[in-house]
């Protein structure tokens, strides 16, 4: 029997950072756990305390280690760092790490130095060069020298859509990686045992609402919903409400959440939305499957972890019309002009009245090749 291929995961962010990134993990994991026994790679998952470690546990993986980046012992701590100061050398003396292993994926830079070349690096997309004005000038000049160098060497790379693929090619057109595409799937928890009217009870909904669960990122393009809401109440009184779950406060942008809170109260529009802030993923998922649609109105994105959620819900989802979105789903959706508040308020209008029809669609088969896909990185 081959020997069974290893792997490290750098799983260092938590959800208050970017829940996106530990979900993405997650999810990982959960579908490596569905291919047969001697397709599962042995994966040393390289953790930061700060991580949301007990829901990788939950998993069961039957191959993995937990290995903790930094020793939670100051005296150690102070070791490596008095070792790394009197050497030059930027790797611990004391870690946790593997010897070796056959690849590190995904790689947030945790581990650098100690596994080089198996690195394989990932990029959700490049909406620092499309939206240079949403970073920080430091976060946007790192980015834009890792993608310099990265174009320049021949490191493995992985991209989360083709969409982004064209934009590397359209911004590094000599860039010399070798590329793998990897479209990931979401792999929701169980909430069947979640009551749909106590859940709704505890927010404060009735039966009709329509969800935005997204963080509050300024590429998210809250602010094009509520000017459609704001079009809507103009037109007609609306027994309904917007829901809106997620973090109210983003490291990228502190204010976002002011101007569109502003916008609301300027509108007059406090009435028909709901802000349930960061909240239990099983009762936002339960609130997506018992909405009148979802929404989506992102300026930018990568490949979508919630058009994933919505396709595995089988869940209508009005989004806008990017090129991503629309190389990522085609059942179950409507698209609007991202900008355009006017389109998505007639859009929504006409679910007011019209129930989507869902047409069932299979995600296993999404799930079984992303697993499969996975295992072909490496």
């Known amino acids: 029997m081959a020997e069974r291929k290893k792997i490290l995961m750098e799983y260092v962010i938590a959800y208050s950072y970017a829940s996106s990134i530990p979900i993405y993990i997650q999810n990982l994991i959960k579908a490596l756990n569905l291919l047969e026994d001697n397709k599962k790679p042995f994966i ?192 007609k009184e609306i027994p309904f409400k917007f829901v809106f779950t997620g973090k109210t406060k983003s490291f990228r942008d502190n204010e976002i959440f002011l101007k569109i809170e502003s916008e609301i109260n300027k509108r007059k529009l406090s009435n028909f939305i709901v802000f349930t802030g960061f909240i239990p993923r099983e009762d936002q998922l339960l609130l997506m499957k018992n909405s009148l649609a979802i929404i989506q109105p992102s300026l930018f994105e990568g490949w979508s972890t919630l058009v994933e959620e919505s396709k595995a819900l089988n869940k209508h989802i009005i989004l806008s019309n990017l090129g991503v979105h629309l190389e990522q789903i085609s059942k179950n959706c409507t698209f609007f002009n991202a900008l355009d508040s006017e389109e998505l308020a007639d859009i929504i209008e006409t679910y007011l009245y019209t129930e989507p029809i869902i047409e069932e669609y299979n995600y296993e088969n999404d799930i079984i090749k992303f697993a499969n896909d996975i295992t072909n990185l490496f």
Do not use: M
Not at 56 to 64: A, H, L, R, S, W
Not at 133 to 150: G, M, T, V
Not at 211 to 235: E, G
């Open 44 to 235: 040393y998952l390289c953790y930061t305390f700060d991580a949301p470690i007990e829901d990788v546990k939950i998993i069961n993986y039957p191959y993995i280690k937990f290995v903790p980046r930094y020793s939670k012992y100051i005296f150690v701590r102070g070791i490596n760092k008095l070792i790394r100061g009197i050497s030059g050398s930027k790797i611990d003396f004391i870690h946790f790490l593997p010897k070796k292993v056959d690849a590190v994926f995904p790689f947030f830079g945790a581990t650098r130095g100690y596994f080089d070349n198996e690195i394989i690096e990932w990029i959700t997309d490049f909406q620092q060069l499309y939206y240079p004005e949403f970073f920080s000038k430091i976060e946007l000049e790192n980015s834009l020298s890792k993608y310099l160098h990265l174009s320049e060497s021949k490191q493995k790379l992985v991209l989360s859509s083709y969409d982004a693929k064209n934009d590397y090619f359209k911004f590094y057109p000599k860039n010399k990686n070798d590329i793998k595409i990897l479209r990931f799937t979401s792999i929701l928890p169980n909430i069947s045992n979640l009551k749909k009217e106590d859940v709704l009870s505890k927010y404060n909904l009735g039966a009709e609402y329509f969800i935005t669960p997204n963080q509050f990122w300024p590429h998210k393009n809250h602010l094009t919903l509520i000017y459609a809401i704001d079009i809507l109440v103009k037109r």
